[in-house]
């Protein structure tokens, strides 16, 4: 599964910019450089200073991100993994710009490999913190078609065949993200569709150690 952080672009561009970006070279230098005098007329040996060109500063990152906080899991079918954990207390404020608010993102994905439908809760995923923060529903978003980032969901019904991958965010209330040490994850999961109360059911509660 390619691992992506995906929030909303007003929300955290940084956090988006440096996943986007993060391995990303180009072989065009290697074209430009093909190429070259034919070895029967050697050209002159010159040397020429090559013109400096300017460095751009990278932005800070305002971001810290956990990739050992990773889990998967396979019920009857239906995988689930958190890829990544970030952490942050310099996003911005969205009422006040002169502010920032602290954040916790998941991002995990959904695969169903089989025939059948599942549904899960994803949405109302809650979040406990070392800190002692529980927070009950996530802001959920995930790339359009275009590469930017919408509102989306990733819980309720799960076809056959279907992939979803998806960024949880919440917002911490009373506790800095740089002090969690630990975070637990609680949603549920069941075989069938959203009607179906006589399918198997399975409860997830995880904890990622992130310090």
């Not at 969901?153 to 065949?161: H, L, N, Q, R, V």
């Not at 991958?165 to 959203?194: F, N, P, Q, R, Y």
């Amino acid at each position: 599964m390619k691992r992506r952080f995906k929030f909303l672009t007003h929300l955290v561009p940084l956090f988006v910019l440096a996943i986007i970006t993060s391995g990303c070279g180009s072989d065009s230098s290697k074209a430009s450089n093909s190429s070259s005098t034919p070895e029967s007329t050697p050209a002159p040996s010159t040397t020429v200073s090559p013109t400096p060109k300017p460095t751009e500063e990278p932005e800070d990152d305002i971001w810290t991100y956990y990739d050992n906080a990773k889990w998967e899991d396979n019920f009857k079918g239906l995988k689930s993994e958190i890829v990544s954990v970030g952490l942050s207390d310099k996003a911005p404020n969205l009422e006040d710009s002169s502010k920032t608010v602290p954040l916790v993102g998941v991002y995990l994905g959904l695969e169903n490999t089989t025939d059948k439908t599942f549904t899960t809760d994803l949405d109302f995923t809650r979040l406990v913190t070392s800190t002692g923060e529980q927070l009950e529903r996530p802001q959920v978003v995930e790339p359009d078609a275009n590469g930017k980032s919408r509102s989306s969901t990733i819980g309720g019904e799960i076809e056959k065949g279907v992939k979803k991958e998806a960024t949880l965010v919440w917002e911490l209330k009373k506790s800095k993200a740089e002090d969690i040490d630990w975070i637990k994850l609680k949603w549920k999961v069941h075989t069938g569709g959203e009607d179906d109360m006589d399918g198997e059911r399975k409860t997830y509660e995880v904890e990622l150690k992130l310090k």
